[in-house]
């Protein structure tokens, strides 16, 4: 039996010379695979099953880099990726190369990759580590009040945030483990209050940002695609 990450459909179309067709997708998500249901609802119902890799699905989601340029010089600094030793966000400067986050797991620094192919997957920085970028030191991490589930159904959703004991973690698999469970990646945010204590709620829809005077820049966000 696999762990079921979620499902949700889509609708698109699909043309073949004057043939034009909606096409509904519906994915049903695993810890290493996907498995897609192509319905055609113009065409008697039929419908077909495909699998294919985490990374594929990853690609539907809605993971945005935002006013990346438009930051206020102060709130940021060139970085080698291996001298961290502090949480944060990293804008990326290689063509190509993923925005990460910075997190201290453990005390031990742990990169987050946050897009691209490999989105949430993790890895623990050592000296061979490579990536070299503008680093945001934590940045405030806000949540779509509208996204929240119950913490027990999001377990296994990679990209979704956890709000446990009040701490913040995103859920995300080891890096270059196919066969990686899901798991829980503690982040740099922090809600001290006694009445969270034992309390686990996600959400699928979050960003970070950062402040600007009276006002605040999202840098980054995320959100799962809607049902």
């Not at 031990?108 to 061979?128: M, Q, R, S, Y």
């Not at 995300?172 to 809600?191: E, F, R, T, Y």
Request: proline letters at 7%; a neutral charge.
């Amino acid at each position: 039996m696999a762990d079921r990450a979620g499902c949700w459909d889509r609708e698109a179309g699909a043309s073949s010379g004057r043939c034009h067709a909606k096409i509904k997708i519906s994915a049903l998500i695993f810890s290493n695979s996907v498995r897609l249901r192509l319905l055609y609802p113009d065409l008697h119902k039929a419908s077909c099953f495909c699998y294919v890799p985490v990374g594929f699905y990853q690609s539907f989601l809605e993971i945005r880099i935002m006013n990346k340029g438009q930051l206020p010089l102060s709130a940021m600094r060139p970085v080698d990726i291996r001298t961290l030793n502090e949480p944060g966000l990293i804008f990326p400067i290689e063509k190509n190369a993923p925005c990460v986050a910075v997190t201290l797991w453990k005390e031990i620094p742990t990169a987050i990759v946050l897009d691209g192919p490999h989105a949430f997957t993790f890895f623990k920085i050592e000296n061979h580590s490579r990536a070299t970028g503008l680093f945001v030191p934590a940045p405030e991490i806000v949540v779509k009040v509208g996204s929240a589930v119950r913490g027990e159904s999001a377990w296994d959703k990679r990209g979704t945030l956890i709000l446990e004991n009040g701490c913040a973690h995103v859920i995300g698999s080891m890096a270059g483990s196919s066969w990686s469970d899901p798991v829980n990646i503690p982040l740099w945010q922090q809600v001290e209050t006694e009445q969270a204590s034992g309390k686990v709620v996600g959400f699928s829809g979050w960003s970070l940002r950062i402040p600007d005077g009276l006002s605040s820049h999202t840098i980054w966000e995320f959100a799962e695609p809607e049902s």
